[in-house]
């Protein structure tokens, strides 16, 4: 991947001169009309040897367009904090919006490729987290974003006279430390890691552009050239149809449709019988969010169902059991405008705890496959691609030591309808019931396919599906507490 | 992904036989739909527990339409003969041409899932294998291929009753040995890979289809009517132009071509000195073909280079090294009609050597990126997406022990000139030359953009790259021979 950035380029001093400030005059025009379009957001990462450059180039960048609209993150290799959180959260905080630019000296390709060349990570493991990447980054561009991926790249000789220089200078001396020194012995682990890396990550919808970083001027008007390319000819990615329709995947028929028919909606619980069931299960519950082994654990609870299937009240018989320090309920409304300027997954993201906390969403992410799949607020090839993003977010948090605990309240259409009536007679639950919940009703079968595909499709062993049958509040809600109770009990178990 | 798999699905006898008639006339018609607009191929692959009823099922769908034209073939776990070649090789063979259905019963996720399930993978090899799966079904997904996942779902006391059952009935008692008794020994093991193998390919692109087996009737029907449905609604896929087009990764400048530009054409060798380094170099090239590490070791040389570079009369002084039933020349023409019914890199795979053999192909893969992209023979978005598919492609066939070498014959445009009048005035020549060769050099600097992206894009530590200066011809024979030797003892090496 290097070859044609070891050859030595140079460019003059008159030339450059001479070719700058047409270069900046452009590249803030470009900067002003992406910022007018709001079509799509512009992600630069700055990766590369030691010494390459990266550094120079993102001052000059900032310096040559407005940084007013450039958002610039440095990322390092994980500390233990960052390990608190799932591996890609951090960067999700720093996502720009539509229209603006964000610069990532250092970015998700930094940890895994120098975990790799310490030893930290097997080989497997190292194609594993490049595989996360690659997800990653397609779902990133399928959801509007534009990647820049600049390699700045030195030969071993030109990586050691550069820290030669470096070092004898006095006013730079201090940029040398014994890790650059390190890292320039493991120059080639730290080239074949590269490759590989750079290899099994160059997409054709994110391709890399590697450049020569030895000689400051053709580093720069090359890298600003590149991404004035970029400004200019790049567009807002359209996925296309999936060549498999959704129509393809049902037959048609009502047989198609169990998961929900099967259950048995008429499980009851007399009040007295709950009472002590939610004591005890309770209790339960309290003591496993005090468990130590809790500290390198976060939770995550999932509540999703129809209109008045009872999600809010069966949220208050969880947090009825935690100290209040422990958990944070996240109800989730549409979308904002901020929200809809960023892939759809960023505003879950944001509340993702850290290690020893949890969060409960009231609605969820699920949102993508349930109401913006029903009411066409989405294409089908984008809530078609979404199952295998959410099973690979799911995933991600596992893989973080996120406990996952996903409920689908079911309710008969009866019960519902008992249930609206009930709220537009009771004075204190008029504000409950709107126009926009008669409006769903219609659309139950609907859903009800949606819920369907929703449980076949990303039930997992990872994070499964819980349906309860939810006709009578009281069973249903000593079900969810006790189902949570024993999912966090067996995640513990296994370790 | 098993959820609603295990509900018991059952369809009565009379509904089944009301039903079956026109599903069959249905499905003969959709597949002479098929056959004649012959836009894009189905391949379907049936997997799933033992006893769920795969067999009988492949059966059923080979009755109910034209077998002729449906393509059933077996796969098990990989077999020793297997591990001589690259894992995904034998599928390669079977793909069915464009208009036509292949039926794998087993699949390329069969031995990744046993592996696991039995210990011979670790996770993180699991997770690398069905990322390799992954991109493999996306690639061929892109090139017209239509996948039909069907997994047939036993729930643990379905199949240990289906087992029972089998085994008691002196009819087909056969059918059980101590393998399947194993399998269900480990069942939950098998689910929890399986679980994992469905979650991370389910893409948008090719979705799993999970079908209860228990009952014969709604298994045979569910399949059936899905079959119908993905033959009737599924579409060639259309790849979609890439948000950040070829044209904005170059500046457009010449210093970005640098890679043929910086050779040193100068280099010759007189004949003397020639024949006495030709004489060395192909006798360690000889020695080098019957060492015995090259037992566990397929070669492939790939040569390319612009019209009259010298790529036949070097392939001469390789295969002058070789013992005749060692290696195998393969010249790449345009593609025929039966390679235009098949993803690109098809016509190449079928090449692949075993261990123990070598290939050398004049003129290859790379076409893809170079006369396909230079003459609009393909979209920009297929050939920019083909820099990873050929990185994916190379990597797999090093993993299986095959060692790569290109090479890039590299003269300038005047030599060309020289070569191509000498052809026209020697009578034994001529016939090397044609108007199509002129019409070539006029497209001289899109070629050379084309040269320096592939080196750029797909010069790997896995498989690099090796631009030799050839307006000398024994110059650059020689330096062929002996980067070919170095390169196999280097890999060797490395063991």
């Known amino acids: 991947m290097f070859a044609s950035a070891e050859i030595g380029h140079r460019i003059d001093r008159a030339t450059y001169k001479a070719e700058v400030p047409a270069l900046r005059a452009a590249l803030l025009e470009a900067q002003y009309a992406l ?16 010494g390459a450059g990266r550094s120079e180039t993102v001052n000059t960048l900032n310096a040559w367009m407005d940084p007013r609209h450039i958002r610039t993150e440095a990322f390092d290799a994980m500390t233990d904090e960052d390990r608190r959180r799932p591996e890609l959260w951090r960067f999700w905080q720093v996502l720009p919006p539509k229209g603006h630019i964000g610069i ?47 390699w700045f790249h030195l030969s071993y000789r030109a990586a050691k006279a550069r820290l030669k220089a470096l070092s004898s200078d006095p006013r730079t001396a201090w940029r040398i430390g014994p890790r650059e020194k390190a890292h320039l012995k493991r120059y080639d682990d730290f080239i074949e890691a590269s490759d590989e890396a750079l290899r099994k990550t160059s997409l054709g919808e994110a391709p890399w552009i590697v450049i020569e970083g030895s000689d400051e001027a053709y580093r720069n008007l090359t890298a600003g050239r590149h991404l004035l390319s970029v400004l200019r000819h790049s567009k807002a990615s359209v996925p296309p149809p ?31 019988r709950y009472d002590r069931l939610l004591e005890r299960w309770q209790g339960r519950l309290n003591l496993l969010s005090r468990d130590p082994r809790m500290r390198q654990r976060a939770l995550v609870v999932v509540f999703e169902g129809m209109d008045a299937a009872g999600k809010g009240s069966t949220i208050r018989r969880l947090t009825g ?55 066409g607020f989405c294409t089908e090839s984008d809530w078609m691609r979404a199952y295998g993003e959410i099973n690979a977010y799911e995933e991600e948090l596992a893989e973080a030591g996120v406990i996952i605990v996903k409920f689908w309240l079911a309710i008969t259409p009866e019960e519902q309808l008992r249930r609206f009536r009930e709220r537009e007679t009771t004075p204190h639950k008029q504000f409950k019931i709107t126009p ?18 929703m449980v076949d499709r990303t039930s997992t062993r990872v994070a499964p599906w819980h349906i309860v049958a939810s006709d ?23 370790g």
């Open 35 to 50: 910022l007018k379009s709001a079509d799509r957001a512009i992600v630069i990462l700055i990766n590369g040897v030691d």
């Open 104 to 150: 990532l000296f250092g970015s998700w390709y930094t940890d895994p490729i120098l975990a790799r060349v310490e030893g930290r990570d097997s080989r497997d493991h190292f194609a594993h987290r490049l595989e996360r990447i690659r997800q990653f980054e397609r779902m990133l561009t399928a959801e509007g974003v534009v990647l820049v991926k600049f």
């Open 242 to 272: 999936s060549p498999v329709p959704a129509s393809a995947l049902h037959t048609g028929l009502a047989d198609d449709l169990t998961v929900l028919r099967a259950l048995d909606y008429s499980r009851q619980l007399s009040r007295e």
């Open 321 to 375: 059991a935690w100290d209040a320090r422990y958990y944070r309920v996240v109800p989730v409304a549409a979308p904002n405008e901020n929200e809809r300027a960023q892939p759809y997954l960023w505003r879950f993201w944001r509340y993702i705890p850290p290690h020893g906390r949890a969060v409960i969403f009231d609605r969820s992410w699920y949102g993508r496959v349930l109401v913006e799949r029903v009411e």
């Open 436 to 453: 926009e919940d008669w409006r769903n009703r219609e659309k139950w079968p609907a859903y009800e396919r949606a819920v369907q595909d």
């Open 472 to 494: 009578d509040k009281l069973w249903s809600r000593i079900e969810v507490l006790r189902t949570l109770c024993r999912r966090i009990e067996q995640v513990l178990r296994r």
